[in-house]
């Protein structure tokens, strides 16, 4: 790309987000939220218009030094929002499309809570072992060369690890008046850690309530596949996402979308059933999208899917099933 050309592009996007509705809203200790629900919203949007917002960490940023414990969080994953968007009704789908994520801290927390984790004794898995014991990591973040150094608490050994932002809980009010707990991910979405809540993605959410009431939390800044231990890299971040409501087109379970590919989730414990509702949910995806038949779709599914265990720490364990575009055939109509 030649340079005049690289600054008629610069000046034409910020030409169109300046003609887009901002809607800024600062999240606070005090106005934050612990689950997923039908409650008054704390903003209102339209359609195409961009939220500029933040969120806390999953401790609420209670924790900050050496010796702080758990017991100083309020409650676990504290959410912003709600936020309405007009004209989401109930059979329609909301797009939101994330924009920009920066990690707002230099630090970042990991933890050990007793009964929580992949690998340690828990109400759905209890054994005759006791449970391990809370410890705390901080994890400097260095913004320049964008990255976290873990320090082992029991070694001098040090690494450091690339940032990639996300949220770790996005998601809206469930269907039929149910309160979901902010550590639950299910059909509406929320604590469902996934990397792919992260920039150039959209996220798909199916509407339950009018106005579909959006949350977002929970940040991280990096984190490894089934986030084994309980924590990511746990962070709170400032936030720019684009909401769109898709009249009429109903969807069952979230998704997620960029240039590059489609991805669908699944939710549910046991994990074997967590994957049969993503690859459920990708076989009609590219059923009704793209024309293939189900059988067709299915064994394509079989040779080029990828499937990434996101996290299975929580009440439900999560999956995202995607395939690469490259291996489907063109679009039959854009929703987007």
């Known amino acids: ?31 934050v939220k612990y689950v997923y629900a039908s409650t008054a919203p704390v903003a209102r949007l339209k359609s195409g218009d961009i939220l500029d917002t933040n969120t806390l960490d999953c401790f609420g940023d209670a924790i900050q030094k050496p010796g702080d414990t758990l017991s100083q969080a309020k409650g676990d994953n504290p959410l912003t929002g709600p936020f309405y968007v007009e004209g989401a009704e109930p059979g329609d789908t909301l797009a939101v499309k994330i924009l920009d994520l920066q990690v707002n801290s230099d630090q970042g927390i990991g933890a050990f809570a007793p009964g929580f984790g992949a690998i340690n004794p828990t109400n759905y898995t209890p054994m005759l072992a006791p449970a391990l014991p809370e410890k705390i990591w901080f994890f400097p973040i260095d913004h320049a060369s964008n990255t976290a150094t873990f320090q082992g608490l029991d070694s001098k050994f040090s690494v450091k ?24 991910p299910a059909e509406f979405g929320g604590n469902m850690d996934s990397p792919e809540a992260s920039v150039g993605n959209t996220v798909y959410f199916p509407v339950n309530v009018s106005g579909g009431l959006l949350y977002l939390g929970d940040g991280h800044a990096a984190m490894g596949d089934g986030e084994v231990a309980g924590t990511a890299i746990e962070v709170p971040l400032k936030a720019r996402v684009q909401v769109s409501v898709i009249k009429g087109q109903k969807i069952n379970w979230p998704r997620f979308e960029n240039d590059d590919a489609i991805m669908t989730v699944g939710a549910y414990r046991p994990l074997d059933d967590s994957l049969r509702i993503a690859f459920t949910e990708l076989v009609g995806w590219i059923h009704q999208d793209y024309g293939l038949s189900e059988f067709d779709a299915y064994e394509l599914l079989s040779q080029v899917a990828r499937i990434h265990l996101n996290e299975m720490v929580d009440p439900n364990y999560v999956v995202v099933a995607s395939i690469e575009k490259k291996y489907l055939p063109a679009k039959k109509h854009d929703n987007r």
């Open 1 to 31: 790309m030649n340079c005049r050309l690289a600054v008629v592009c610069a000046l034409s996007c910020v030409c169109a987000w300046s003609q887009t509705n901002v809607v800024k809203y600062q999240a606070t200790i005090g106005n």
């Open 161 to 184: 690890i690339p940032l990639h932002p996300f949220f770790g809980c996005i998601g809206v009010a469930p269907a039929n008046g149910e309160a979901r707990s902010s550590i639950v």
